[in-house]
């Protein structure tokens, strides 16, 4: 038996873990080479190079973890990759530039970003059908689908709002603004809030799904550094729900945020420019994509984590990029002081 999971950070990336040895595979979407580098989260070596489409950005992993979608802005579609094979195995028309997209719970619907054409885009993930399309603010690019599969929200970086989604009707129900362009929207595992990153706005917006209302914004401040420096753009919560950490670009640091409370309990320092990130298999581990050295608006890739591999160790990535792979208990810095994150 195989699992899949996925993550983010500049390009994208997942992971692919099997049973029993929970063998951890990272998945990179590079921007600049049309290619998804494949790495071995134990060893952290990269074991094969695939090609794809032009500009591949957003990735993600169908639920049953057999399939890998990889959206290839230039090339105006989604390829799909075998995760056995590691080899393309079709094609799917998204649309013209897809960026990010979000599968629902039953695997069976696909939601796509088409950023320039401020359009998103439902699809039959089977058949390649597409079966809607929800026209919302200008440049989409975070897409969430609830944990119960009713909702889905796409935030648009130029309109600051997340737009809402009803998934049975393919109709648009809400806009809600936020701050300015925001990036990811995430539901909490429990399906009772959604978190919505503004990266120049430098908060995080919480939506309450009952009213569609802005209940609390989630501030960040590190002595040092300054506020525009501190741009929130990749959430990803714990398994249990109970924190969340959220990558702060130019800041070089992840927040970690008590989701209970809406406190921010602590800053890591990590490498440069943390965008995106996902945790481990297990839950104990976060990979969080960093950059070597600040690239031109447009060139990024995303990163996935892994589960079985060491705290504070890097993968190299590319181009100067690097993977950093953290222990949620613990964090060694730079320094090499354990500094506690939970």
């Given at each position: 038996m195989t699992r899949i999971v996925t993550a983010a950070?500049?390009?994208l990336a997942v992971l692919l873990f099997a049973a029993p040895a929970f063998a951890t595979t990272i998945f990179v979407s590079n921007e600049k080479d049309n290619t998804i580098t494949v790495v071995d989260a134990d060893t952290l070596q990269v074991t094969k190079t695939i090609k794809v489409s032009r500009r591949p950005r957003g990735i993600m992993l169908s639920p049953d973890f057999k399939e890998l979608f990889v959206a290839a802005g230039d090339g105006d579609i989604m390829d799909v990759i075998d995760t056995k094979t590691l080899e393309k195995s079709r094609e799917l028309e998204?649309?013209?530039d897809p960026e990010l997209m979000a599968i629902d719970p039953?695997?069976?619907i696909i939601y796509i970003a088409n950023?320039?054409?401020s359009l998103?885009?439902?699809m039959d993930i089977k058949s390649g059908d597409v079966i809607g399309e929800v026209p919302v603010g200008v440049e989409p690019e975070g897409m969430g689908v609830s944990p119960d599969g009713k909702y889905t929200a796409a935030t648009s970086e130029s309109t600051s709002m997340a737009h809402i989604i009803d998934n049975a009707?393919?109709?648009l129900i809400a806009n809600v603004l936020v701050d300015s362009r925001p990036r990811e929207a995430k539901f909490t595992t429990d399906g009772k809030e959604l978190w919505v990153s503004s990266e120049v706005g430098g908060t995080i917006s919480i939506i309450d799904p009952q009213t569609w209302k802005v209940t609390k914004k989630i501030g960040f401040e590190v002595p040092g550094v300054r506020p525009e420096q501190l741009q929130p753009v990749g959430i990803d919560f714990t398994k249990d729900g109970k924190y969340a950490f959220v990558g702060l670009g130019p800041a070089n640091r992840v927040a970690v945020i008590d989701t209970a409370t809406k406190e921010v309990k602590n800053y890591i320092l990590v490498g440069q420019r943390p965008w995106h990130g996902e945790m481990g298999p297990d839950g104990k581990?976060?990979?969080r994509r960093q950059r070597a050295h600040q690239r031109p608006h447009g060139d990024?890739?995303?990163v996935a984590k892994g589960g079985e591999v060491g705290a504070g160790r890097q993968a190299a990535v590319g181009r100067g990029d690097h993977a950093l792979i953290m222990e949620i208990g613990s964090h060694r810095s730079n320094s090499g002081a354990p500094t506690t994150i939970l």
């Open positions: 950070a500049g390009a998204s649309g013209p039953t695997g069976k950023e320039d054409d998103v885009t439902i009707s393919k109709k581990e976060i990979l990024r890739r995303r």
